[in-house]
């Protein structure tokens, strides 16, 4: 599975940005497709994640209201949309595909590059 995440780039504080993930090869449909993100100094933590198959999705308490994360199957991508952008959101965004319906980042065996956000206050 190859995965390739785009979108990111410099945003005003209470800006939108809007992030999307393409993957490649074999797609299971029990496939989990999650967003993380990691900030200078910081460890990766968890933002969204979407099952393929059913939709469900999960997202950190930090982003829920803000960030929709969605799964268009016909274009195998997933997408991130981030509203109300806070400087605290800055952080290089990676996507990646895993079996787990998991908020842990060792639980997901694929990973694509990062995209680099940045929130200006």
């Known amino acids: 599975v190859q995965l390739q995440a785009s979108g990111g780039g410099l945003v005003q504080a209470g800006g939108s940005l809007r992030l999307s993930c393409a993957a490649s090869?074999?797609?299971?449909?029990?496939?989990?497709m999650g967003w993380f993100r990691q900030a200078p100094g910081k460890e990766r933590e968890f933002v969204a994640l979407?099952?393929?198959?059913?939709?469900?999705?999960n997202y950190a308490d930090s982003v829920k209201g803000r960030f929709t994360i969605s799964k268009y199957n016909s274009e195998n991508t997933v997408a991130l949309q981030m509203n109300s952008l806070k400087p605290e959101d800055t952080a290089v965004y990676f996507c990646?595909?895993?079996?787990?319906?998991?908020?842990?980042?060792?639980?997901?065996?694929?990973w694509g590059q990062g995209t680099q956000v940045t929130v200006s206050s």
């Open positions: 990646a595909a895993g079996r787990a319906f998991s908020t842990v980042a060792r639980n997901y065996k694929h």
């Open positions: 090869g074999r797609i299971f449909s029990s496939f989990v």
């Open positions: 979407i099952r393929w198959s059913s939709g469900s999705t």
